[in-house]
């Protein structure tokens, strides 16, 4: 089985500070991890991935996240937050060969002026 | 490219009424799923398909009834709605080898 802990329910920075969002996950299997935005009344937006090969992913927006194997983690960070970047976010986990795509409970980020 | 469209957006139930939540996609995709989505719960899997004519329950499937019609379409029934199945309803759509999903827009099912 796998599960996807996001710590922190709402997360608020001020405009221009650093992001953090962070998340850990359990996997019996190597895994995939994903980062979702989701703005409000709208879909979740693919941010970026990790399947394999370089640990540091690059997403859109200016996000970037790292797959540390040995903390089972994958924070989102990103240097500089934008109002814009005020919305949910979530993690979530797979594998090659499942079937199914576990998501974490979700965090919301408040960016305030 | 329309990806994953779902029908419809919105929607008010009265409770034991049913109703089928449509989802097609365009992409090809051989596994598409349907979550619901609460405040503080995040997503939950109610039921996927990871092919066509396959159809697996996923982490709350009680009240609920899929069919994956063809490749392109995976539908929703509520037989007898309650309300405790308002919430946000999400499909999605991945490739074989799972390396991303990609989301409808969602349908808004108020039950009362």
């Known amino acids: 089985a796998q599960s996807v802990t996001q710590l922190g329910s709402h997360v608020s920075v001020s405009e221009g500070a650093l992001v953090l969002l962070r998340c850990n996950y359990s996997s019996s299997v190597p895994p995939y991890l994903f980062w979702y935005v989701q703005y409000p009344n709208q879909g979740l937006q693919l941010l970026l991935k990790y399947t394999t090969g370089a640990t540091l992913v690059k997403g859109i927006n200016g996000f970037e996240a790292e797959f540390k194997k040995s903390e089972t983690s994958f924070h989102l960070t990103k240097p500089s937050a934008h109002m814009s970047d005020a919305a949910e976010y979530f993690c979530a986990v797979t594998s090659s060969g499942y079937s199914t795509l576990t998501f974490g409970k979700g965090t919301m980020l408040l960016v305030s002026p | 490219n329309a990806g994953v469209t779902q029908t419809p957006k919105f929607q008010v139930l009265k409770t034991g009424q049913s109703m089928t939540l449509q989802c097609a996609q365009d992409m090809n995709h051989n596994s598409m799923y349907w979550y619901r989505q609460d405040p503080g719960m995040g997503l939950r899997l109610i039921y996927y398909?990871?092919?066509?004519?396959?159809?697996d329950k996923g982490e709350v499937p009680n009240g609920y009834n899929v069919s994956r019609l063809n490749k392109r379409e995976f539908s929703l029934r509520l037989e007898s709605a309650a309300p405790s199945q308002t919430s946000v309803y999400f499909c999605?759509?991945?490739?074989?080898?799972?390396?991303?999903?990609?989301f409808g827009q969602g349908t808004r099912l108020t039950v009362v």
């Open positions: 398909s990871a092919s066509e004519g396959t159809t």
């Open positions: 999605a759509s991945a490739d074989r080898r799972n390396t991303e999903a990609f």
